[in-house]
């Protein structure tokens, strides 16, 4: 029968793992699992069939329009990454920006293979069913609740394993169960510590900057390694000062932004129930020292904004400045320089923290073809497959983001008044692995997706020369988790208490280099992030 050919069809073509799953029950002699495993699918399987062949055109649309969005989701995430989505994940990629039509082209390739799976098995659902006299009853309009609810169960109850169990359960009913879940669950309750540590001192400076960049990774810097793709930085403008290639504290954006925002004591991260998103944010320490605070966002904010924030962390921001929507993606970092222009100009200290366009891809979009730099480059629409169209891509990226922001930022600013930290939320894997996903790894990261370049600048004579001994000492060591209590430091907190609470500055020897973790840090369920070493980032070559 043409219906249940394509059902199966459709249900082999959307889902994975399942023989590994299987291979792993019986080689640890997992009965118990197995059975339950088992007896997911069995009730998967029977919830298909009942859509496929109840007389009731009503609920089989129904039906078939929930379990085909859930296998479309599923079987793009899987398409891109080769693994199965989760909560984590959720926590960490959602950005209205990446809803567009130059994404999906993007991973083009990807998404066919998604969409031909999804529509064989919608084939299978909605395909006339014949005339078997089955009961128009209403009650087994239920039956796909069941496996639903057995695979929430399975997500909650696998919670310590980050989602991991859940590979090989049916694509159909699985991202439902996730997306209830999700909206179901509690997370950590953000920012919700007050500041325990005392001022010892004044603020280094009258404004202090922390410029948090979008997908630039620290080796297409040319102060780290020559490219030619930020020609103006290499000439040294003044009171610039390197820390060399340094490591994201995660290969997700939400991750790295809500340690730079929130701090983290390394030690205790994946560790008990420990989450970083209850500490006190940097917003509540710059208030403390006599600070406005600013937060300018060139990504569309909602009113719980983004990146791990919530409304009463927002409600600790004097000034929340963000580019419109409306405005192209190309043109978001110039209003953002001139936002933060605006905010340097006023007499009163103030801390600004930003969130930048930078080079997120699809890189084509920054760069017409006709000022590229790096020819040649990839074309709108362009699925994601030749290297060097795509480095090329990147680059011009890298160069318009970077390069050209400070060469037009820094002749505004009083450098003599002011302290500037940049540093990006993770790097890109440039099909470096043959793989085309760029970032956010929940297995197999690469140290590409965690490289970042980390810069300081700073006017005043005494303290330039205290950032260049810090680069001195930690050429090439520094991390994320450094970023947090130098700032606090800068601020005129102690610095002892800083780093007995979270982590030395910069301003300090670093003698043990950190890696980076993957992995929720929300503390959903009891979930922890694992930590991943740092090793050979000071020789990587692509």
């Not at 069995?42 to 089989?60: C, D, H, K, N, S």
């Not at 293979?113 to 009650?139: D, K, Y």
């Not at 325990?196 to 780290?224: C, K, Q, T």
């Not at 890696?515 to 840090?521: A, C, K, L, N």
């Amino acid at each position: 029968m043409l219906k249940l050919a394509l059902l199966a069809c459709g249900v082999w073509l959307t889902n994975h793992f399942i023989a590994a799953r299987l291979a792993y029950f019986l080689d640890f002699d997992l009965w118990f699992a197995l059975a339950a495993y088992l007896g997911i699918w069995a009730a998967a399987a029977a919830a298909l069939l009942y859509v496929a062949f109840t007389p009731l055109t009503g609920v089989r649309l129904f039906w078939s329009v929930l379990i085909g969005l859930s296998t479309l989701v599923a079987e793009s995430y899987f398409q891109v990454v080769g693994d199965r989505l989760t909560i984590e994940v959720l926590d960490a990629m959602w950005d209205p920006d990446m809803v567009n039509a130059d994404t999906v082209a993007f991973y083009a390739g990807q998404a066919a293979r998604a969409l031909l799976g999804t529509a064989v098995l919608l084939g299978g659902l909605l395909l006339r069913p014949p005339p078997l006299g089955l009961p128009r009853w209403r009650l087994p309009a239920l039956l796909p609740l069941l496996p639903c609810g057995l695979i929430a169960g399975v997500i909650v109850y696998a919670a310590a394993s980050a989602g991991q169990e859940t590979r090989g359960l049916p694509s159909q009913f699985h991202d439902l169960s996730l997306f209830a879940v999700y909206a179901l669950s509690p997370g950590a309750e953000l920012d919700k510590s007050e500041v325990a540590i005392p001022l010892n001192g004044r603020p280094a400076a009258r404004h202090i900057v922390l410029i948090v960049d979008e997908s630039i990774s620290g080796d297409f810097i040319d102060l780290n390694v020559p490219r030619g793709t930020t020609p103006y930085l290499a000439s040294g403008p003044a009171g610039l000062v390197n820390f060399g290639l340094a490591t994201a504290a995660g290969n997700c954006s939400n991750t790295s932004n809500a340690v730079l925002r929130l701090g983290a004591k390394p030690e205790l991260l994946g560790a008990g129930d420990y989450s970083p998103l209850t500490n006190p944010s940097v917003w509540k320490y710059a208030r403390g020292a006599g600070y406005q605070t600013n937060y300018i966002s060139a990504k569309y904010l909602t009113d719980t904004g983004q990146n791990y924030m919530n409304p009463a962390e927002l409600g600790l921001i004097d000034h929340v400045l963000s580019v419109p929507a409306a405005v192209p993606v190309a043109s978001r970092d110039g209003e953002i320089l001139e936002l933060l222009a605006q905010v340097l100009a006023r007499p009163t200290p103030q801390f600004v923290y930003v969130n930048k366009q930078g080079a997120h891809f699809p890189y084509h979009r920054f760069a017409p073809e006709s000022e590229a730099r790096f020819r040649p480059v990839m074309q709108p629409r362009e699925p994601v497959a030749d290297r060097e169209r795509l480095v090329n891509s990147y680059k011009n990226a890298v160069y318009r983001a970077v390069d050209r922001f400070f060469a037009e930022l820094l002749p505004r600013v009083d450098l003599a008044e002011t302290v500037i930290l940049y540093t990006s939320d993770h790097g890109q894997n440039l099909l470096d692995d043959g793989t085309p996903v760029t970032h956010c790894r929940r297995s197999r990261q690469s140290l590409y997706e965690v490289v970042v370049p980390l810069l300081a600048w700073a006017g005043d004579d005494a303290l330039r020369q205290r950032f260049e001994r810090a680069a001195t000492l930690n050429h090439g060591a520094a991390s994320h988790f450094e970023i947090f209590p130098t700032l606090l430091v800068l601020f005129g907190y102690d610095p002892g208490n800083v780093r007995e609470r979270y982590r030395q500055s910069l301003f300090e020897v670093i003698e043990q280099p950190l890696g980076y973790v993957s992995g929720p840090i929300s503390g959903r369920f009891g979930w922890q992030p694992a930590w991943h070493s740092r090793a050979g980032i000071e020789r990587l070559e692509r």
